[in-house]
């Protein structure tokens, strides 16, 4: 079963700082995904990564950025944290078949709900 | 725009009776597949499901199964047999061939014993 490991379930910050949320997945997937779970607002994609050192802006980018320095680690960094990024964060990996796009389905982790004071 | 549209934000069924939750969706692509997941109160998303947009068949897992209407961009989520298990937010989404996934804003589903 594919295993999508992110660092932390829940996660208190003060306003201003800088944060970072990790996911890990061990099934060698090439893509990975972060995104934002709000009551009503359903799953709303921050950014995206085909390749490692490759990334790709969703639908909500601002304030946030994204490091893939290895294939099975995608990082979710918030530069400066503010109280309007207290929310659910959701990490998926999924695979892709030879030279083709994706039409594998997503595997997430368990979240982490990040709480900015 | 590609969105994907769930109208019901919330619903209860009957323990053992069938419910449908739908989900409409809009693209000016051609090919593309669809997908429902499940969201549990523990909060880990699965896959219950998924549709490939060239095929005229309906897919089917077990209890679960989808109504595809591609021509109306109709893809609704029919579980039969509910069982308490199933108490858990339900997303409808789309991926194109940009690998871009599209989520709805999910359907909170309560099984009531």
């Known amino acids: 079963d594919v295993k999508v490991t992110q660092s932390s379930r829940y996660l208190v910050k003060r306003t201003g700082e800088k944060v970072f949320l990790e996911c890990v997945q061990d099934m060698d997937h090439e893509n990975m995904f972060w995104y934002r779970q709000d009551l009503g607002l359903g799953l709303r994609l921050i950014y995206f990564s085909y390749d490692v050192k490759m990334k790709e802006k969703g639908d909500i980018p601002e304030g946030y950025s994204v490091s893939r320095e290895k294939k099975e680690r995608f990082s979710l960094i918030l530069e400066s944290a503010s109280t309007n990024q207290t929310s659910m964060y959701l990490c998926?990996?999924?695979?892709?078949?030879?030279?083709?796009?994706?039409?594998?389905?997503?595997?997430f982790g368990d979240g982490t709900r990040l709480s900015i004071l | 725009a590609q969105t994907v549209t769930q109208s019901q934000p919330e619903m209860s069924v009957q323990e053992a009776e069938t419910v449908t939750l739908s989900c409409t969706y809009d693209?000016?692509?051609?090919?593309?597949?669809l997908f429902w997941y499940k969201q549990p109160p523990s909060r880990q998303m699965i896959l219950v499901i998924r549709q490939e947009a060239y095929k005229q068949q309906n897919a089917t897992e077990n209890r679960f199964s989808v109504n595809f209407q591609k021509a109306a961009k109709s893809f609704s989520l029919k579980i039969s047999d509910s069982q308490l298990g199933d108490t858990a937010m339900y997303f409808c989404?789309?991926?194109?061939?940009?690998?871009?996934?599209?989520f709805g804003t999910g359907t909170s589903l309560t099984v009531i014993p």
């Open positions: 998926a990996s999924s695979g892709r078949d030879r030279g083709t796009y994706s039409n594998q389905p997503q595997h």
């Open positions: 989404a789309f991926i194109n061939t940009g690998n871009q996934f599209y």
């Open positions: 693209t000016s692509e051609s090919n593309y597949y």
